[in-house]
């Protein structure tokens, strides 16, 4: 038990399909992040999140649209993907953004592209 | 961009001997991490380095910030199989919680 949870832990879905990937954190932590872990490559930041505000885009494709409500609760709306964005998508937390402030990670959903 | 060198990719050992892993980049870092994934299951976070030249120690696991601040390494030693996973380090430079990973160690132990 990490204290981050996500949901769901698998997806498979259609090009033209919309889904939301949900990930959620007990940590009472103020920060949280979307990862992408594509097979052979380092992890990639997707998204930062600070006190529910956007703080870093990484030059993410607008068919991934994330979506903070809260400092606990962080989503990540998914429309018209393209196989290669077939991967296992991480959710991180930490109590800030400093870098003595690590990040805990949820066990990611695998997403698979039709 | 920044990135990070660890080697080596992948390592084959018996139960019993040490391990040892490192990283490095052409950038200097304020923090080293060092995390641990299972198949299946997300990264859990080994130890933390906040300090040029600190090394830290959690159980059989030891790991030390380069005093230039841009490596790092990771020893395991007498390795159990339970110690089979992919091992990355990952450095953070700023406040903007913006983590450099590098490319994972897969272990393998044979008992």
């Known amino acids: 038990e990490t204290g981050v949870t996500q949901t769901p832990r698998h997806l498979v879905m259609g090009m033209t399909n919309k889904k939301s990937l949900k990930c959620e954190q007990h940590l009472g932590h103020n920060a949280m992040y979307w990862y992408k872990q594509s097979a052979k490559k380092p992890l990639e930041l997707m998204f930062v999140y600070n006190f529910k505000e956007q703080t870093e885009n990484n030059s993410v494709p607008s068919r991934f649209s994330p979506e903070c409500p809260n400092s606990s609760h962080l989503f990540l709306h998914l429309h018209t993907l393209q196989p290669e964005d077939s991967a296992l998508y991480l959710c991180?937390?930490?109590?800030?953004?400093?870098?003595?402030?690590?990040?805990?990670f949820g066990d990611g959903t695998r997403l698979s592209i039709l | 961009g920044q990135q990070l060198n660890q080697s080596p990719q992948s390592m084959f050992i018996q139960e019993g001997e040490d391990v040892s892993m490192n990283c490095t980049s052409s950038s200097i870092f304020n923090t080293w991490l060092w995390y641990k994934q299972d198949p299946g299951e997300g990264p859990v976070l080994l130890i933390a380095l906040y300090k040029a030249g600190e090394l830290t120690s959690n159980g059989r696991l030891t790991a030390q910030f380069g005093i230039t601040r841009k490596d790092s390494f990771l020893n395991i030693s007498a390795s159990i199989p339970s110690d089979v996973g992919i091992y990355f380090c990952a450095g953070q430079l700023d406040q903007g919680g913006k983590l450099i990973f590098g490319q994972g160690t897969e272990l393998s132990v044979k008992p």
């Open positions: 991180a937390s930490s109590q800030g953004m400093g870098s003595n402030q690590p990040q805990h």
